[in-house]
T-cell receptor, first 112, second 112 residues
Framework: ETGVTQSPTHLIKTRGQQVTLRCSSQ?????VSWYQQALGQGPQFIFQ???????GRGNFPPRFSGLQFPNYSSELNVNALELDDSALYLC???????????FGPGTRLTVL | ELKVEQNPLFLSMQEGKNYTIYCNYS?????LYWYRQDPGKSLESLFV?????AVKQEGRLMASLDTKARLSTLHITAAVHDLSATYFC????????????FGTGTRLQVTL
């Protein structure tokens, strides 16, 4: 059984660009949640996808968007990147909406 | 809005000593989690506490939950250098998109 995987590991972008981060959920899990962790802080909830539909969103602007595919993998898209978007982005999968979440290794995004 | 606070934010302790990290949360929650994070790495799940009075132990770490006081503790017994990391508590509420709300984190440094 494979765990949660994320790609890429690291990414460097410039202000105004767009980025797509990817997450493969653990086998059998139909729910994916995304979190942003700025340096020195705790992770902040961005949104959750359950069976391909958004199932809750945190306090993030619309330029943060997501997608979940039929195989339950997921993408996080961020448009018009800002310097403050520099962070570790964590994906977590769970068996369903209310189950324990298991975190992937994260993608480190740097915006210059 | 659910808020989670941890203290202390930073803890330096000598090997062999005991100490406790505290986690307070503001509203009723269904589950409380403790995670460990090493620098630049993802979150490693340590404990899930589900009910009032729950106590779980793994090695030198013991976690407890008092839902009436909205307080969880992570007790470290006879600390060793390998326990140096940042520890987060997180709470969630089922039926509300099950997002995790994290505390500020406690950075633990165990010195020889």
């Amino acid at each position: 059984e494979t765990g949660v995987t994320q790609s890429p590991t690291h990414l460097i972008k410039t202000r105004g660009q767009q980025v797509t981060l990817r997450c493969s959920s653990q086998s059998g899990h139909n729910t994916v949640s995304w979190y942003q962790q700025a340096l020195g802080q705790g992770p902040q909830f961005i949104f959750q996808y359950y069976r391909e539909e958004e199932n809750g969103r945190g306090n993030f602007p619309p330029r943060f968007s997501g997608l979940q595919f039929p195989n339950y993998s997921s993408e996080l898209n961020v448009n018009a990147l800002e310097l403050d978007d520099s962070a570790l982005y964590l994906c977590a999968s769970s068996l369903d909406r209310d189950s324990t979440q298991y975190f992937g290794p994260g993608t480190r995004l740097t915006v210059l | 809005e659910l808020k989670v606070e941890q203290n202390p934010l930073f803890l330096s302790m000598q090997e062999g000593k005991n100490y406790t990290i505290y986690c307070n949360y503001s509203t009723t929650s269904d589950r409380l989690y403790w995670y460990r994070q090493d620098p630049g790495k993802s979150l490693e799940s340590l404990f899930v506490l589900l009910s009032n009075g729950a106590v779980k132990q793994e090695g030198r770490l013991m976690a407890s939950l008092d839902t009436k006081a909205r307080l969880s503790t992570l007790h470290i017994t006879a600390a060793v250098h390998d326990l140096s990391a940042t520890y987060f508590c997180a709470v969630d509420r089922t039926g509300t998109a099950s997002k995790l709300t994290f505390g500020t984190g406690t950075r633990l440094q165990v010195t020889l």
